[in-house]
């Protein structure tokens, strides 16, 4: 079992930036593949980024370049660093985590981001 908690959402400006935290507990976090996913108002939820339990990373066609996935498996906890955001990225943000052996999906009860003038 793995429990995941997010934490940094939040209201920011067009152009600002935020950083998003999910710690994790409960487990070994290094075989987990780590992602952050995203659901807006009406529209499906969808990956946003990606990072492999051995630290490969995908993202997103609408994110590449302004956000940035890591993991810091001595601190059991991954981060989305976005920058350069615009009201399209305004969403609830959800940590997830993929164990690479039995393919049991983790989800954390999300955190809301707003980009807004």
């Known amino acids: 079992q793995v429990q995941l908690v997010e934490s940094g959402g939040g209201l920011v400006q067009p152009g600002g930036s935020l950083r998003l935290s999910c710690a994790a507990s409960?487990?070994?976090?290094?075989?987990?593949?780590l992602g952050w996913y995203r659901r807006a108002p009406g529209k499906q939820r969808e990956l946003v980024a990606a990072v492999s339990s051995g630290g490969a990373t995908n993202y997103a066609d609408s994110v590449k370049g302004r956000f940035i996935i890591s993991r810091d498996n001595a601190k059991n906890t991954v981060y989305l660093q976005m920058n350069s955001l615009r009201p399209e990225d305004t969403a609830v943000y959800y940590c997830n985590a993929l164990h690479v052996l039995n393919r049991t999906n983790y989800w954390g009860q999300g955190t809301q981001v707003t980009v807004s003038s």
């Open positions: 409960g487990s070994i976090f290094s075989i987990y593949a």
